[in-house]
């Protein structure tokens, strides 16, 4: 059974860090992309890492670009999400998805992938 | 940014009913089209992918089509656990992007 199990979140103050983590089981690790998305509270989805599986590939959205990284490690069957420079509008519950359908050319992602195993998800709160 | 939007907000039905939800693209995305469904509480869960076929595990009662910018994901006769939000998620081009979501409750 495919699992993933995210951990980290917490309260933190405006302008602070925070590292998610999330431990896969189940599954074939390295042969699989990670994702994290989010949702703030009564809100959508929002997307905002894909890292490939041999991390070659990441990208980010918008509103998180230059502030959190996307990296995992084969090794230990985990996919993190250091999150810096934290603001109250990151304040949501953060899952960690797995990808399916993305296609790796060289280096690069050509594509997105679908999501088809998410985890329970961790919350984050920013706030003073 | 490919922006992603569903139709209506809220559907009303009652069980047993038909249910048709709509998610139009800003732009071409072709087929790279998915749906999930996520309860109170709980993590979103995968039912359609590549606009039309259904993940693992879900009743035939989904189903999903269209193309390129208009997309549906229809459920031919709702049960009481179908009682939820939906929201489609383009995977065509980066970023990938979500709609807003359509609510399904009860009638």
């Known amino acids: 059974e495919v699992q993933l199990v995210e951990s980290g979140g917490g309260l933190v103050q405006p302008g602070g860090s925070l590292r998610l983590s999330c431990a896969a089981s189940?599954?074939?690790?390295?042969?699989?992309?990670l994702n994290w998305v989010r949702q703030a509270p009564g809100k959508g989805l929002e997307w905002l890492s894909y890292i490939s599986p041999s991390s070659s590939s990441i990208y980010y959205a918008d509103s998180v670009k230059g502030r959190f990284t996307i990296s995992r490690d084969n090794a230990k069957n985990s996919v993190y999400l250091q999150m810096n420079s934290l603001r109250d509008e990151d304040t949501a519950v953060y899952y960690c998805?797995?990808?399916?359908?993305?296609?790796?050319?060289?280096?690069?992602?050509?594509?997105?992938?679908?999501?088809?195993?998410w985890g329970q998800g961790t919350l984050v709160t920013v706030s003073s | 940014e490919i922006v992603m939007t569903q139709s209506p907000a809220t559907l009303s039905v009652s069980p047993g009913e038909r249910a048709t939800l709509s998610c139009g693209a800003s732009q071409s995305v072709s087929s790279y089209l998915a749906w999930y469904q996520q309860k109170p509480g709980q993590a979103p869960r995968l039912l359609i992918y590549g606009a039309s076929t259904r993940a693992t595990g879900i009743p035939a009662r989904f189903s999903g089509g269209g193309s390129e910018t208009e997309f549906t994901l229809t459920i031919s006769s709702l049960q009481s656990e179908d009682f939820a939000v939906y929201y489609c998620?383009?995977?065509?081009?980066?970023?990938?992007?979500f709609g807003q979501g359509t609510k399904v409750e009860i009638k």
């Open positions: 998620q383009q995977y065509n081009k980066w970023p990938q992007t």
């Open positions: 189940g599954f074939t690790f390295i042969s699989y992309s």
């Open positions: 998805a797995r990808g399916e359908g993305d296609i790796v050319v060289l280096v690069a992602a050509i594509r997105g992938n679908w999501f088809d195993s």
